[in-house]
């Protein structure tokens, strides 16, 4: 707030003329010479667009000022040229500097959005991306003793000794066409003195920015860690992920990425996110529309909350998220699918879900292809042929088959020395797929509770959230197994043409993972190499069949990469590891933000949606979140 009250001081005080008209008249005088050769060189091509006003004597125009409804409360300076006004096809060499009047000076910053209107009307859409002081006059020993002087007197310096330049990067050229704004490439060089303010309306800065006006909120656009301010109602500008079928494939269907520092927010984010996205409806790869179901994988138990209303969300909060089209409140069908561990009980003490709990057969170990759910980390690729011709040969003779009777089939010696004998399986590699078959936790496979293959229709509900909890289960192998065993049949029945389960099959769905990194490793084993496989495989399909991936991470660096690149969206929360913020691959102008975003404030990389944009997320989770 006290930021606000000085940005507008600052606004107020050039209004008033104190030194602002000095700058841009200034500005004026020192560029007449620059401006008319401009004017005479014929340099404005604009004339492309069916808008702009016709004529070619725009220099009149010019010195008219912007046509555009500019107030001068948001003033900031002028195009100043004296350094070099261009712009050219390689980004590089365009440079456009604006000089900024001194009551300014103190509330500009790096980042901001930036509007310039050329004389016809037409804008350019800009971002500063450096500010500097430069010197007025011609230095000499005389003026830095002056500067020096006023300084050890405490008067300080004065401000109209300086130039004040701001560097702008120009994204788009904004026009209208029948009433709507839209945006093009940068086609065109501002005029020299050409008023510069902040950009503040909403829309402009939307398109400027290229965010869609619908689609899945994801938090409002920031700057340096600040919500925009707009003057628009509300002040605020919302970012959306476009979800529309016409304009190809949703994005949710080409995959998000959030990743984050430990207590960045991530969860809080991807709950509001996921919440979004809730009760959609998509249009199917067989032309059907068809409700879109959520499941998310939840190591902390903290995604069924998403049942529950947010306590700490007051009337006031949910008036703005009304009037923002943001979904919020507790989802009543949202079911917790308990992974049954013998031995451990599911506490559920932090929401309100129904709990369905839910068993592995052993049996998909087949059905689905998954010898290596059961091979663990360190089998190699000879005995992991073995445990495939074990697994067939038992599989051939017990339907549909229990982990202890595949036990009991191993420990018949019989079986041994035949496979030896014959040549198929030597007696150490026997042992040793034994061994590894022994050593997974014996109380996850066949369970007394249903199954997963028969709760298909619960765990794939359309408009319904399924949340899988595995904080209660023993081990940290136990929750892969659950997890990577779940997520295996939702991928495959999604993907395969012949499903065993239709449910699965036909319903659009978006697949949430928190800890992603813990399950699809780029760990150089058989089980971390089909695995990778397997999700990279649905990721690539994941458009056409209607599954979203939604990772969530702490630890980026440590996903896949197959995985990782065929992730779209990218939200980065605050991350300090060098490496990880490597690995998100983002632009370097959004990196460099990454290690000083505070809880909630993230930047989104979505080059098929928008600008790459910084966000601040909602402060209120839509859903109850923590205790
Ligand atoms: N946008 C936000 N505004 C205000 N508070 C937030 C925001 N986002 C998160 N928080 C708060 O910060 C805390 C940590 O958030 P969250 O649990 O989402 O972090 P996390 O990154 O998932 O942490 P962990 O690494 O422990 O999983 C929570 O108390 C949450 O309510
Ligand atoms: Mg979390």
């Known amino acids: 707030m006290t930021d606000d009250d000085s940005d507008l001081a600052g606004f107020e005080q050039f209004s008033d003329g104190t030194g602002g008209e000095t700058e841009s008249s200034d500005a004026a005088d020192s560029q007449s010479d620059d401006t008319a050769s401009v004017a005479d060189g014929g340099t404005d091509t604009a004339g492309a667009t069916d808008d702009t006003l016709g004529g070619n004597d725009r220099f009149d125009d010019y010195g008219d000022g912007p046509t555009q409804t500019t107030t001068s409360a948001d003033e900031l300076g002028s195009v100043f040229v004296s350094g070099g006004l261009r712009i050219a096809e390689d980004g590089d060499e365009t440079q456009i500097q604006a000089s900024i009047t001194p009551g300014n000076r103190e509330s500009v910053r790096l980042g901001r959005y930036l509007i310039v209107p050329f004389p016809d009307g037409e804008e350019l859409f800009a971002r500063i991306t450096a500010l500097e002081y430069a010197q007025e ?88 860690g600040e919500t925009v301010k707009t003057a628009t109602e509300p002040p605020t500008v919302d970012y959306r992920l476009d979800d529309a079928d016409e304009a190809g494939d949703p994005l949710v269907f080409r995959h998000t990425l959030v990743a984050g520092g430990t207590g960045s927010g991530k969860t809080h984010a991807a709950k509001n996110v996921l919440r979004q996205y809730v009760g959609r409806r998509y249009e199917t790869d067989d032309g059907r529309d068809a409700q879109t179901a959520v499941v998310v994988f939840d190591p902390q138990d903290e995604y069924a909350q998403l049942h529950d209303d947010n306590p700490a969300l007051d009337a006031a909060q949910a008036r703005r998220l009304d009037r923002e089209g943001v979904a919020y409140g507790g989802h009543d069908d949202t079911v917790a699918l308990i992974p049954q561990e013998q031995g451990v009980s599911y506490p559920g003490e932090g929401h309100r879900a129904e709990q369905v709990p839910f068993t592995i057969p052993f049996s998909v170990v087949d059905d689905y292809d998954m010898p290596w759910l059961i091979a663990g980390a360190s089998l190699n690729d ?81 408009g319904g959230v399924t949340v899988v909890p595995t904080y209660h289960l023993s081990t940290s192998r136990a929750k892969e197994m659950f997890v990577l065993a779940v997520a295996t049949i939702l991928v495959d029945d999604k993907l395969s043409n012949a499903p065993n389960s239709s449910r699965i099959a036909e319903t659009p769905l978006v697949l949430g993972m928190d800890e992603a990194h813990n399950f699809l490793t780029d760990a150089d084993t058989v089980q971390a190499r089909k695995v990778v496989d397997t999700f990279t495989e649905a990721a690539k399909q994941g458009r056409k069949e209607r599954l979203g991936l939604f990772l969530i991470t702490q630890d980026p660096q440590d996903v896949a990469d197959p995985v990782f690149k065929q992730v779209n969206t990218r939200l980065v929360l605050n991350l300090g590891d060098e490496d990880a913020i490597d690995s998100v691959n983002i632009p370097p102008a959004l990196a ?36």
């Open 592 to 627: 460099s933000k990454v290690p000083y975003m505070e809880t909630g404030q993230m930047v989104v990389y979505s080059p098929d949606n928008s600008e790459p944009v910084e966000l601040t997320g909602l402060p209120v989770c839509v859903t109850r979140h923590g205790e």
């Open 382 to 462: 000879n005995q992991y042929g073995a445990l495939n011709l074990l697994l067939n040969r038992f599989f051939r003779n017990y339907n549909p088959g229990t982990y202890d009777q595949f036990l009991s089939f191993l420990d018949d010696p019989a079986l041994r020395e035949e496979l030896d004998e014959r040549g198929r399986v030597h007696e150490a590699t026997f042992d040793a797929v034994t061994r590894r078959v022994r050593s997974i936790p014996r109380g996850v496979f066949d369970q007394d509770a249903r199954s997963i293959t028969e709760l298909d229709t619960t765990l794939v509900r359309p």
């Open 137 to 224: 006059f011609q230095t000499d020993d005389a003026t830095v003793l002056t500067t020096r002087r006023r300084l050890e007197s405490g008067d300080g310096f004065d401000e109209r000794d300086y130039k004040f330049l701001a560097e702008l990067e120009p994204g788009a050229v904004l026009f209208s066409e029948s009433g709507e704004l839209r945006r093009r490439m940068v086609d065109r060089v501002p005029k020299p003195g050409a008023t510069v303010r902040e950009a503040t309306d909403a829309d402009q800065i939307k398109t400027g920015l290229d965010i869609p006006t619908e689609g899945v909120f994801l938090g409002h656009l920031s700057v340096g």
